[in-house]
């Protein structure tokens, strides 16, 4: 749906995505793949001021995975090495983002990354209601995901699926889950969840990874069912198609894509 647009966002969930593989990897380059995922983390913040819940989570998660580890290796004198991926975790997306510091005070005076929303917040609201937001953001008829793509409805049959996956992947898994819902949380939590002048559901994309793996998980419960099996066969099919037809419509014009909240 988004090929003719040039966003961020897009970039932001492939890096997202990235780094979770990196994070998920075990053998001898585990420190390598800490600093790889470290590096992505750090990159992440260059494109959108909207991937910080995602930094935020993955980086938590991270770190908190290093520091357990290396206790259980302390307690078990396995061979250590902590203090090596411990600084991956830290040095790469913390040199990024000191640049990032660096570069917007450069520009606006301001020690902070992503300053210039900033300096705006006395001009532009930023704060808004999650419980409208996290409504818009779905089911709004002009700027919610649903009515564009009802694919995405397969989550929430694969929610408990999901969460039981996610929970057998370790450090990964729990990056996902927790990153994914922060994002989605503070999207919902923001005046402009719906992007203004914009594609729907744009702001969503970012945290895109867990809701394509919501519905993989969906459509795994509806492969282990028996008896209401072709009932939810046809209603995936059925969501499938409307959200192809209108990939494609929106391909061939794309300008269709642009609502305005006004």
């Known amino acids: 749906t988004y090929t003719t647009q040039i966003y961020p966002s897009i970039a932001a969930a492939l890096l997202f995505t990235i780094a979770l593989r990196l994070m998920a990897g075990e053998g001898a380059a585990r420190a390598w793949r800490i600093a ?12 959108t001021v909207r991937t910080w819940p995602i930094v935020i989570g993955t ?10 580890r290396g206790r259980w290796r302390a307690a078990h004198r396995a061979a250590r090495a902590g203090p090596l991926e411990l600084a991956a975790a830290i040095v790469p997306s913390g040199l990024l983002l000191g640049g990032l510091v660096f570069y917007h005070w450069s520009l606006f005076g301001v020690a902070l990354p992503n300053a ?22 779905f089911f709004s008829r002009s700027f919610g995901l649903l009515p564009y793509a009802p694919i995405y409805l397969l989550g929430a049959l ?6 039981q996956r996610l929970r057998a992947a370790g450090a ?17 939590s923001v005046e402009h969840w719906h992007g203004d002048w914009s594609p729907a559901s744009r702001n969503l994309l970012a945290g895109l990874p867990l809701l394509v793996a919501g519905v993989a998980a969906g459509l795994e419960v509806v492969g282990k069912l028996r008896t209401t099996r072709p009932l939810w066969v046809g209603a995936a099919s059925l969501a499938a198609v409307w959200t192809s037809s209108v990939s494609l419509i929106v391909l061939a014009n794309p300008s269709l894509l642009y609502n305005s909240p006004d």
């Not at 694969?158 to 969460?163: E, K, N, P, R, T």
């Open 36 to 47: 790889g995922a470290s590096a992505l983390l750090g990159l992440l913040p260059w494109l």
């Open 59 to 68: 980086g938590l998660v991270l770190g908190g995975s290093v520091v357990l």
């Open 116 to 137: 210039g929303y900033f300096l705006i917040r006395e001009q532009q609201q930023v704060a808004g209601s999650p419980l409208v937001g996290g409504w818009g953001m």
């Open 158 to 163: 694969g929610a408990h699926a999901l969460f």
């Open 172 to 188: 990964a898994g729990a990056a996902l889950l927790l990153a994914g819902g922060l994002h989605l949380l503070f999207i919902a």
